[in-house]
């Protein structure tokens, strides 16, 4: 069955950066979408970043010039660099994945999550 599993998550000062990875497994990669969710605290789930099969990245104005997002087909591998976090980067962060696109936020596998904390 399909396994996503994220790591990276961590504590961290406000300013840091953190590189979040996200493993695949029991899909063929390089034919999904990719994206990472985060859920802040008594908020909802919101798209963070997502990069098509085709490698084309699309991100949260929130977060523009401060994420990356990239995949390495080989790995069966996304990740998630991020510079300059603030506190209200403050979240679950969670890897998706999907074949088709039915909608930009509809995703149909995803992971456990990994926790990220930016102290202020």
């Known amino acids: 069955q399909v396994q996503l599993v994220e790591s990276g998550g961590e504590l961290v000062q406000a300013g840091g950066s953190l590189r979040l990875s996200c493993a695949a497994s029991g899909l063929t990669f390089g034919a999904y979408d990719m994206a990472w969710f985060r859920q802040a605290p008594g908020k909802q789930r919101d798209l963070v970043a997502a990069i098509t099969k085709g490698g084309s990245p699309n991100y949260a104005d929130s977060v523009k010039g401060r994420f990356t997002i990239s995949r390495d087909n080989a790995k069966k591998m996304v990740s998630l660099q991020m510079n300059s976090l603030k506190p209200e980067d403050t979240a679950v962060y969670y890897c998706?994945?999907?074949?088709?696109?039915?909608?930009?936020?509809?995703?149909?596998?995803w992971g456990q999550g990994t926790r990220v904390t930016v102290s202020s």
């Open positions: 998706a994945a999907r074949f088709l696109r039915i909608s930009e936020e509809r995703y149909d596998y």
